[in-house]
């Protein structure tokens, strides 16, 4: 039978608001934590990284913050616009490899 | 600097069909990249070129898909038998070996495949 794609967490944010989206990861020996943004109809797009030995990085109106202790990734987004309606997927890799593995992806929709 | 180019942007076909899709890396960028993304899901690794050689094929499946990147530049990926479960987007993207701490990749829009 036909296959059927797993069903996307979903957060819905107002207009102007800030917008949190939070990300697991497994691997400790990562040194990179990405963010992508992926519109529809397009591929994923860089947004911000991280390196594993920092906690917090900002970027324009994006924050990453970092949580090796329990493995968590988020992303802030400061006053969410409605261009900023897409999937987000975190994604790590390390140093020494030229590979990147993506987690999984959370719908972000904006409320007018 | 123009970004990398995929077609088709669509295709439809039946099961037990073949398909092949191309890829044009951004230019100087020596490493390639297939992945194929099922709906709901994050983009999976197929295969990795550095240059015209095969760096990481780990997750392609051989019996029925096959890559090449001739001349270093271009590169086609094509399945043959296709199946139903193999309906997703074919991303591609580049990466230049800019010394970073990692290598930094370019996605191109995606090949839409459905499979009936």
């Known amino acids: 039978g036909e296959s059927v794609g797993l069903h996307l967490p979903t957060l819905s944010v107002q207009e102007g608001d800030n917008s949190i989206i939070n990300c697991a990861y497994s691997n400790s020996a990562s040194d990179y934590f990405i963010w992508y943004k992926q519109e529809s109809g397009k591929g994923p797009q860089f947004i911000i990284d991280i390196r594993s030995n920092m906690d917090k990085r900002q970027g324009q109106r994006v924050t990453v913050l970092l949580n090796k202790t329990v493995k968590h990734l988020s992303l802030q987004i400061a006053a969410t616009q409605p261009g900023d309606s897409a999937v987000y997927f975190c994604a790590e890799t390390y140093s020494s490899a030229s590979k990147i593995i993506f987690g999984s992806g959370t719908r972000l929709s904006i409320r007018p | 600097e123009a970004g990398v180019a995929q077609s088709p942007r669509y295709k439809i076909i039946e099961k037990r069909q073949s398909v092949a899709f191309w890829c044009n890396p951004i230019?100087?960028?020596?490493?390639l990249y297939w992945y194929q993304q099922i709906l709901g899901q994050g983009p999976k690794l197929l295969i990795q070129?550095?240059?015209?050689?095969?760096?990481?094929d780990s997750q392609l499946p051989k019996d029925r898909f096959s890559a090449e990147r001739l001349k270093g530049v271009d590169s086609t990926l094509k399945i043959q038998p296709a199946k139903l479960e193999d309906s997703a987007v074919y991303l591609c993207a580049s990466s230049p070996m800019r010394g970073r701490a990692y290598n930094e990749q370019f996605f191109g829009p995606g090949t839409r495949l459905t499979v009936l």
């Open positions: 070129f550095q240059n015209n050689g095969v760096v990481d």
């Open positions: 230019s100087g960028h020596a490493t």
